[in-house]
């Protein structure tokens, strides 16, 4: 299987077998890494990729790299994938394909603390490709990338795809601040308008992507940094 091939910015770091490529880039990026190196994961039935960042912002603007991964990522899969294929994100990192469960994103970082800069920040996305279960039916609400007509698409090329949109996006951001990034992530995001398990309604998201909560008359708000897993 070939390597992907990354655009300048950015360092593959391959990893085989078993091993997380986001606890890897945890290590990596606590020894003092490189930002915008990538490691990644490629098998035959799953794919995994993890980058470092390396914020110059504090943390509560930081994390908006989670939402532009997922945006890179969707971008990415969406021009490579058939046009009736579907892909949508979850607020949470969720990963959707024609509606059904395929894959997450998540997220740590080197501070819990929102208005401190972090030192570093890793993202890590992963997706199923091929369903390993005796009986796929019997879960219509999780899914593969090749049991939905993506079976051409190979891992590599979204890969490399994905680096493409994922640096396209960061420099906007850089340029434009949320704005544009936020209008994009809106319209990809499952769940506005509905209610959510453990109550409330999902209204969308604020200027820092931050869910947005209906209960009753009165509005809350789950910061993006909810998301992230503590390292600390």
Avoid: K
């Avoid at 603007?61 to 997922?70: E, F, G, I, N, Q």
């Avoid at 570093?120 to 009986?135: F, H």
């Avoid at 879960?139 to 939905?148: H, V, W």
């Avoid at 190979?154 to 936020?182: K, P, Y």
């Amino acid at each position: 299987m070939s390597q992907p091939v990354f655009p300048p910015l950015l360092t593959g770091h391959p990893v085989q077998g078993g091993e997380d490529p986001f606890e890897r880039a945890l290590a990596m990026a606590a020894l003092g890494c490189d930002a915008g190196t990538v490691v990644y994961n490629i098998q035959a039935d799953f794919l995994r990729v993890a980058i470092v960042f390396a914020p110059e912002v504090p943390l509560q603007d930081a994390v908006v790299m989670l939402p532009l991964c997922a945006v890179g990522f969707q971008n990415a899969l969406g021009a490579l994938a058939p046009p009736e294929v579907a892909v949508h994100l979850g607020w949470d990192g969720l990963i959707c394909v024609n509606g059904a469960r395929c894959g997450r994103l998540r997220a740590a970082a080197s501070t819990s603390m929102p208005e401190e800069e972090p030192d570093w920040l890793v993202v890590g996305w992963e997706l199923t490709l091929l369903q390993t279960s005796d009986a796929p039916g019997e879960t219509p609400d999780i899914t593969a990338l090749y049991d939905e007509g993506c079976a051409e698409v190979s891992a590599t090329q979204l890969v490399e795809s994905w680096s493409r949109h994922m640096l396209t996006w960061l420099n906007r951001w850089q340029e434009d601040g949320n704005a544009s990034l936020h209008a994009e992530w809106m319209g990809l995001l499952r769940g506005v308008g509905e209610p959510l398990i453990d109550g409330g309604v999902f209204l969308g998201t604020d200027e820092r992507f931050g869910m947005l909560i209906r209960d009753g008359v009165d509005t809350h708000l789950r910061p993006l940094t909810d998301l992230l897993e503590n390292r600390e």
